[in-house]
C-alpha cells in the first residue's frame, strides 16, 4: 500500500485544516488507518486511528476534542479534520495502515504497529 497524506499548510492558532490520506493503486477498504505526527527533535507521535470494519475511532489525549478522523470509503480517502489548531500541533503529518486493529487502546497509536506509511505533510500553527 503506497499512501500519501495532503493537505498541510500553514495557519493561525485557532484556525483549522483538513489533511487527507489517499492510497494509490490500491484501496484503503480493509486497512485500520493512523495519523501521526513528527516535530522536529521529537519521536513520532499517534494522532488518531480509525479502523477498517466499523469505523471505530481513537484519538491521542492532545487532541481530543479538537481533531475527528473519518473515512470515505466511496473516495478511498481517510480525513484527518483539525480545528482549535495550537503552535504545539507544529509538525509533519503522517498517515500509516496496517490490517491489525488494537482496538480503542494506546496501542493503535504506536508507529511500531504499523507497517505501510506514506509522504508526510507539513503543517504549521503560528501567528
Known amino acids: 500500500v503506497q499512501l500519501q497524506a495532503s493537505g498541510g499548510g500553514s495557519v493561525q492558532p485557532g484556525g483549522s485544516l483538513r489533511l487527507s490520506c489517499s492510497a494509490s493503486?490500491?484501496?484503503?477498504?480493509?486497512?485500520?488507518i493512523g495519523w501521526f505526527r513528527q516535530a522536529p527533535g521529537k519521536e513520532r507521535e499517534g494522532v488518531s486511528c480509525?479502523?477498517?470494519?466499523?469505523?471505530?475511532?481513537y484519538y491521542a489525549d492532545s487532541v481530543k476534542g479538537r481533531f475527528t478522523i473519518s473515512r470515505d470509503r466511496a473516495e478511498n480517502l481517510v480525513y484527518l479534520q483539525m480545528d482549535s489548531l495550537k503552535p504545539e500541533d507544529t509538525a509533519v503529518y503522517y498517515c500509516?495502515?496496517?490490517?491489525?486493529?488494537?482496538?480503542?487502546?494506546?496501542?493503535?497509536?504506536?508507529?511500531?504497529?504499523?507497517?505501510?506509511w506514506g509522504q508526510g505533510t507539513q503543517v504549521t500553527v503560528s501567528s
Open positions: 480509525i479502523s477498517s470494519s466499523d469505523d471505530s475511532t
Open positions: 500509516a495502515a496496517d490490517l491489525t486493529w488494537y482496538g480503542d487502546s494506546s496501542e493503535g497509536l504506536s508507529f511500531r504497529n504499523y507497517d505501510y
Open positions: 493503486e490500491s484501496t484503503l477498504y480493509y486497512y485500520h
